[in-house]
């Protein structure tokens, strides 16, 4: 089966520790995509990644880290820097990043930091 | 950057059409307007997706206004399954790359 998985699907750290979240596809998508959501809120962009061994910033980059070695992998460091850490993560791909190319989603992580 | 507005929330009975609107005043000439939902504790799922016609998919359609400020996602028939935050997004050109840029969304209650 095609898709894109995300591991874990809880995550507990204590705070002032970086942590690694998993983002892996098999739809062989050039590019993918990392959202944050608070409760209640809607996605917003903290990196993307348009092909491999490339990266930019979304809006809300600060705190956070990315790496895009291989097409299929694109995994996102929540870092002591991030002040309010805690939130449920999304990771997506897209064929391309042109507008017309749906975007698929992983089932997320959620990230708990105390 | 190119924005939506989307009602907070809206019901509907089961098996009754549902029409939901978005408003994207700053949509730009090539910009495609998608449409996600979420579940609860999962990550979205595509809908469908337009730039100028109304399209059908099995999942719903799309109707797409003559100047492209607004557009109505249609379930023609509504079922407890589509109980759902559906949001209307519209890809933003910046620094030569594109973005989809997420409203609140519009969380569907479908009444049994």
């Known amino acids: 089966d095609g898709g894109i998985t ?7 750290r204590k705070e002032g520790q970086n942590v690694t979240l998993s983002c892996e596809q098999n739809l062989n998508h050039d590019a993918m995509y990392w959202y944050r959501q608070d409760p209640g809120q809607g996605l917003r962009l903290i990196y993307y990644s348009q092909i491999v061994n490339d990266f930019q910033k979304g809006d809300i980059a600060e705190g956070y880290s990315v790496s895009r070695e291989k097409k299929e992998s694109f995994p996102l460091t929540v870092t002591s820097a991030q002040k309010n850490p805690t939130a449920f993560y999304l990771c997506a791909s897209s064929l391309s990043s042109g507008g017309m190319y749906e975007q698929y989603f992983g089932p997320g992580t959620r990230l708990t930091v105390t | 950057d190119a924005k939506t507005t989307q009602p907070n929330s809206m019901e509907s009975n089961e098996e009754e059409p549902v029409h939901l609107p978005c408003n994207h005043s700053t949509i730009s000439g090539t910009d495609y307007i998608h449409w996600y939902r979420q579940l609860p ?19 719903a359609s799309l109707a797409i206004a003559e100047d492209r400020k607004s557009s109505t996602l249609i379930l023609h028939r509504a079922t407890l399954r589509d109980a759902a935050v559906y949001y209307c997004i519209l890809r933003d050109w910046t620094s030569g790359t594109y ?4 409203g609140t969304g519009t969380r569907l209650k479908v009444l049994a």
């Open chain 2, 99 to 102: 973005k989809y840029i997420f």
């Open chain 1, 6 to 12: 995300q591991s874990p699907k809880y995550l507990f």
């Open chain 2, 41 to 59: 504790s999962q990550g979205p799922e595509y809908v469908i997706h337009g730039l100028t016609s109304n399209v059908n998919n099995r999942m």
